[in-house]
């Protein structure tokens, strides 16, 4: 959450008391955030500054109860440009550490120039969350699935596989034409972080960043923000094309990643697969990030 001091901070959406979920959904709190099971009341920097009759009616509350020690429980969060980071467990590498393959692998855009021209929220996607991140980091299936929404030929894509930063990426050389509001044919970069930060970059100046959010194991919530640089006077009709255009890729994805959904569920999926060695390199390192990520949590678990 934001506070008066517009510093952005994060904490588990946790009641101390009963251990209610706070907060239902996105909004401006007011200056405190109030329980609505016995209106405990926490300030912006998560403080407990009000718990009525805790202690009894007109009876203070028990000596051994702390406000302080009953503040919202806080976690890592770190802020680049327009995006937050959290890291539950606190034990992620350092920050800047994190983001360096991704700095990397941008090149020369003007990251720290683009401001969000539109959100696309498109909702839950009946998928896992890791379906809808293999299929963005790998350009195999661009000229098959969006061949009605891209024009970018497989011979200018190579993949890119730098630590937790994967992708692909595409080089056009000629300079875009007209139709690139309803295709995309330009220089691109599809980048991520391990594990569900997306970043596309697509010359001269367009960044679309989303998010896979993991609702549960075949659920997945989804929106993508356009950003153009902040000298690009785009007309709101341009805006519009731009949202059409990706919000049509986004659904070719979709109903792919929704039909592997549904195949995993088979037997046959238990066998594996084939990944091409030359085109899926960065899905076989996603994979085994996630191993080594699980493998984790199953030794702290024993
Ligand atoms: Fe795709």
Not at 29 to 51: D, S, V
Not at 236 to 263: M, S
Not at 279 to 302: G, I, K, N, P, Y
Request: glycine share 6%.
């Amino acid at each position: 959450m934001r506070n008066a001091n517009n510093e952005i901070g994060a904490f588990h959406n946790v009641c101390r008391h009963r251990c209610l979920k706070l907060i239902d959904e996105p909004k401006n709190t007011g200056k405190m955030i109030q329980c609505p099971y016995h209106y405990w009341a926490y300030n912006l920097l998560g403080e407990l500054k009000a718990t009525p009759f805790f202690g009894g009616h007109d009876i203070a509350p028990p000596k051994e109860f702390s406000l302080e020690e009953n503040g919202l429980v806080s976690v890592r969060c770190e802020t680049w440009h327009d995006w937050v980071f959290v890291n539950i467990d606190g034990k992620a590498q350092d920050f800047e550490v994190f983001l360096q393959p991704l700095k990397n692998q941008i090149g020369d855009l003007p990251i720290n120039k683009v401001k969000p021209v539109a959100t696309i929220d498109f909702g839950v996607v009946n998928t896992n969350w890791k379906l809808l991140m293999e299929n963005f980091i790998e350009p195999y299936h661009v000229q098959f699935v969006h061949k009605t929404t891209t024009n970018q030929p497989l011979t200018d894509h190579y993949t890119i596989s730098d630590l937790h930063c994967l992708g692909s990426a595409c080089d056009i050389d000629e300079t875009p034409g007209e139709d690139t509001a309803t295709t995309l044919a330009v220089t691109s970069r599809y980048l991520t972080l391990f594990p569900n930060f997306v970043m596309g970059t697509y010359a001269p100046d367009q960044v679309g960043v989303h998010l896979n959010m993991p609702m549960g194991t075949g659920e997945t919530k989804q929106s993508r923000v356009i950003y153009v640089h902040e000298d690009s006077a785009l007309s709101a009709d341009e805006v519009e094309k731009l949202k059409t255009l990706w919000y049509n890729v986004h659904k070719e994805d979709h109903a792919i990643c929704e039909r592997l959904q549904q195949g995993r569920l088979s037997d046959v999926s238990k066998m594996g697969g084939y990944l091409s060695p030359h085109w899926e390199v960065s899905v076989r390192q996603f994979q085994e990030l996630v191993v080594d990520a699980t493998s984790v949590h199953l030794q702290s678990a024993d």
